[in-house]
T-cell receptor, first 114, second 113 residues
Framework: ETGVTQSPTHLIKTRGQQVTLRCSSQSGHNTVSWYQQALGQGPQFIFQYYREEENGRGNFPPRFSGLQFPNYSSELNVNALELDDSALYLC?????????????FGEGSRLTVL | GEDVEQSLFLSVREGDSSVINCTYTDSSSTYLYWYKQEPGAGLQLLTYIFSNMDMKQDQRLTVLLNKKDKHLSLRIADTQTGDSAIYFCAESMRSGNTGKLIFGQGTTLQVKP
């Protein structure tokens, strides 16, 4: 059983650029959630995808968007990057939408915006 | 509102017990979690407890839940240097068909040899 994998692990962008982060969910999991973890803080919910549709969103602007593919993998896209977008972006997969019994996290993608 | 509070730092000696505390706000949370994060790594689920339970024990870990006071604690028995990490408490929140976790800011556990 493969766990949640994310890529890239680290990346550096400049303000105004766009970034795409990728996540492969754990085998058998059809729901993917994305979280942003700023330095010294707990993770904050960005959004969740279930069956290729956004299924709930946290307090993040529209320049944060995502996709989920038929194989349940997912992308997080951030446009017009700002310095405050520097953070660890965590992907988590679970068995079904709304299920919060167990959420499995990847190692994260660390984004630095200069 | 959505808020989970934790103390920021705890230092213990190797072999002692560690107790990390957390308070949460949503009385309708069905699950409460403890995650561990080592430097530069993602989150590792340590344990979770259903809201209708008072206690859960898993090897060296004991979770206590006081639903009336909305207080959750994690006790680590015989704490080892490898337990040094940041520990996050999280509550589940369900809005429609969306389940999400609300995390505290994390408690840094330092274990001295």
């Amino acid at each position: 059983e493969t766990g949640v994998t994310q890529s890239p692990t680290h990346l550096i962008k400049t303000r105004g650029q766009q970034v795409t982060l990728r996540c492969s969910s754990q085998s058998g999991h059809n729901t993917v959630s994305w979280y942003q973890q700023a330095l010294g803080q707990g993770p904050q919910f960005i959004f969740q995808y279930y069956r290729e549709e956004e299924n709930g969103r946290g307090n993040f602007p529209p320049r944060f968007s995502g996709l989920q593919f038929p194989n349940y993998s997912s992308e997080l896209n951030v446009n017009a990057l700002e310095l405050d977008d520097s953070a660890l972006y965590l992907c988590a997969s679970s068995l079904e939408q709304g299920a919060t019994g167990e959420l499995f996290f990847g190692e994260g993608s660390r984004l630095t915006v200069l | 509102g959505e808020d989970v509070e934790q103390s920021l730092f705890l230092s213990v000696r190797e072999g002692d017990s560690s107790v990390i505390n957390c308070t949460y706000t949503d009385s309708s949370s069905t699950y409460l979690y403890w995650y561990k994060q080592e430097p530069g790594a993602g989150l590792q689920l340590l344990t979770y407890i259903f809201s209708n339970m008072d206690m859960k024990q898993d090897q060296r870990l004991t979770v206590l839940l006081n639903k009336k006071d909305k207080h959750l604690s994690l006790r680590i028995a015989d704490t080892q240097t490898g337990d040094s990490a940041i520990y996050f408490c999280a509550e589940s929140m369900r809005s429609g068909n969306t389940g999400k976790l609300i995390f505290g800011q994390g408690t840094t556990l330092q274990v001295k040899p």
